[in-house]
Structures are given as C-alpha cells and as structure tokens.
C-alpha cells in the first residue's frame, strides 16, 4: 500500500480506489488515530502524490519503507510524520 504526506498531513488510497486491505495498512491508519495524526483515504491523482513531501510504502514482510524518488522526482527521507509513524510501528513489532 502507498501513502504520502503533504504539509503534515498524511494521504493513502481508500479500499473503494481497489487496494488490498493489509494488515500493515490499518495499523497505520491506526497509529495515525491514536497519535492525532491527519489521515485522508480517497482516490489521489499522480499529480497530487507528485506535489508530496515524502512517500512511503507499506506491506507485511518489509513494513514500513520510505520512497525515495519516483520518476526523477525526490522525496524527503527525513520527514518528520514519517519518521514518527515507522519508530511506532518498529515499537508495535516489538510487543
């Protein structure tokens, strides 16, 4: 699963777009909830994940990992939420 974050606000496709509902995704989501983290699920266009500030990717055996850039365009590798959101998870993994 695929999300993004612009100006501190996180986006991801919702299950109507055709995505698989992964176990790594909700507790995302659920993470986001907990920590008052703003959460869109919608339906985005290329050009609205390309104006993001940083990407990330989401799936059970890798968990969560950072984009570092698609299509010649960069993305932040230090962005706050996402470092929030992956020290979280790690922490989740670890109960």
Do not use: C, W
Request: aromatic share 10%.
């Amino acid at each position: 699963n695929i999300f993004f974050i612009n100006k501190n606000k996180i986006y991801t496709p919702s299950l109507e777009s055709g995505i698989l509902p992964g176990i790594v995704r909700e507790k995302i989501l659920h993470i986001a909830k907990q920590k008052n983290i703003p959460l869109t699920e919608g339906f985005f266009s290329q050009d609205e994940l390309m104006k993001a500030d940083a990407v990330f990717l989401t799936n059970s055996l890798m968990g969560v990992m950072p984009v570092k850039s698609i299509n010649g365009k960069k993305f932040k590798l230090d962005n706050e939420i996402f470092g929030n959101i992956s020290s979280l998870y790690k922490r989740f993994l670890k109960i």
